[in-house]
């Protein structure tokens, strides 16, 4: 019995098919015969069209890239870099981490970042970036008196004057159309170019350290320190590089070539603006006093 239904079933399965068939065929559908080779269809237009301007953007998008004549002395030492790295200058970090607490480091830090205003705020004073400028006196005074020497950052905590971006002699140089140069890795201090270089060196006339009563041996241990001292509070940034990249020489070079770009890029010729919420308390804001 079951077998005879299972039969009737598929016998009327296979006369329902064709009724369906011819049902969907009664349908009017227009069609349209596009004969082969015609061209101008408005699809393929729309297509095409959008095909070739996502490409004509992504050309649009010029890769910033910096010249490197000298990439086999590069990669030198950029390999010398990378050992003293991870055999001796990170496990010191690592260590000196161990030692100190996290807080105790970070007013370290706050120390030699309150020391380098004077390097700051000239190149402030060479770019015309008078309001970064004052920011930066202003910070040194509060920090210096107030927080301690520079110990604590009480001009950000307690005020609401946060550090502006680091401004070096390399990016006044680029500020006016100096171009990179060529790339540089230099020993120990990484990856730099012709003219940031040559920005360093200049950089080192306005170091108030370089003028205290100290010897030579002295004025790079402090150097030494605050290299130590901020890898310490680093978190293995490096090591992902190193990890993730299939070149990391490449990886580096390129990154340091883009993220100058953008920092000699940032200019600001509105001298006096006070953009949202510059200081909390009016009451410690200087350009309230003088009625800006």
Do not use: C
């Amino acid at each position: 019995m079951l077998t005879r239904f299972i039969v009737l079933i598929l016998l009327l399965s296979f006369v329902d098919a064709p009724l369906h068939a011819e049902q969907l065929a009664e349908v009017d559908v227009p069609t349209q015969v596009i004969p082969a080779g015609q061209k101008g269809d408005k699809f393929d237009r729309d297509f095409a069209d959008d095909f070739d301007g996502s490409f004509a953007e992504a050309e649009a998008i010029n890769e910033i890239l910096i010249d490197d004549p000298l990439e086999k002395i590069n990669r030198g030492v950029f390999w010398v870099n990378d050992k003293l790295y991870f055999y001796l200058i990170k496990p010191i970090a690592r260590g000196y981490r161990l030692i100190l607490p996290r807080q105790a480091r970070v007013s370290v830090a706050n120390v030699f970042n309150n020391m380098a205003t004077p390097v700051r705020a000239a190149n402030d004073l060479l770019q015309l970036k008078f309001h970064d400028m004052a920011t930066e006196l202003y910070r040194l005074i509060v920090n210096s008196t107030v927080g301690i020497g520079g110990l604590f950052d009480p001009a950000a905590s307690f005020v609401g004057v946060d550090n502006v971006d680091d401004e070096d002699f390399g990016q006044t140089l680029g500020y006016y159309g100096a171009g990179h140069g060529f790339y540089l890795v230099l020993p120990i201090l990484g990856p730099s170019s012709l003219r940031d270089g040559a920005g360093t060196l200049v950089d080192t006339f306005s170091d108030p350290i370089r003028y205290a009563d100290v010897a030579t041996l002295t004025y790079f241990g402090g150097k030494s320190f605050k290299v130590v001292n901020s890898l310490s509070l680093d978190r293995d940034t490096y090591e992902g590089i190193v990890r993730d990249s299939l070149d990391p020489y490449l990886f580096v070079r390129a990154a340091y070539a883009q993220r100058r770009a953008a920092q000699v890029g940032k200019v600001n010729y509105d001298i006096l603006s006070i953009d949202g919420n510059f200081w909390d308390e009016e009451t410690f804001n200087p350009f309230k006093w003088l009625g800006l």
